[in-house]
Nanobody
Framework: QVHVVESGGGLVQAGGSLRLSCAAS????????LGWYRQAPGKQRDLVAT???????NYADSVTGRFTISTDNTKNTVYLQMNSLKPEDTAVYYC??????????????WGQGTQVTVSS
């Protein structure tokens, strides 16, 4: 079983910054990709940013140039640095981790989410 835990959400004024963290632990042999998604009230969960280990990053158009995804592979951790925050960035942010367990099975697990609220 793989555990995924996000942290770092909170309340910030428009124009401010926050850094989200997500740590994966448990039966992990490898991590192939990590991502951040968000869901605002009454809306679907949307991609914010993804990173392929050893490969590329991908960002939603709405956050390009403001958000940066990065990893600390030694800690199985992914970060989302969010700058120039806007009220429309308000949402619950979820972390997704994909890879293989020590038994060779693929996993695709989500964290419980962390609330980000941007006031105008």
């Amino acid at each position: 079983q793989v555990h995924v835990v996000e942290s770092g959400g909170g309340l910030v004024q428009a124009g401010g910054s926050l850094r989200l963290s997500c740590a994966a632990s448990g039966n992990i042999f490898s991590i192939n990709a990590l991502g951040w998604y968000r869901q605002a009230p009454g809306k679907q969960r949307d991609l914010v940013a993804t990173i392929i280990i050893g490969g590329s990053t991908n960002y939603a158009d709405s956050v390009t140039g403001r958000f940066t995804i990065s990893t600390d592979n030694t800690k199985n951790t992914v970060y989302l640095q969010m700058n120039s925050l806007k009220p429309e960035d308000t949402a619950v942010y979820y972390c997704n981790v994909r890879g293989r367990t020590r038994w060779g099975n693929e996993y695709d697990d989500w964290g419980q989410g962390t609330q980000v609220t941007v006031s105008s």
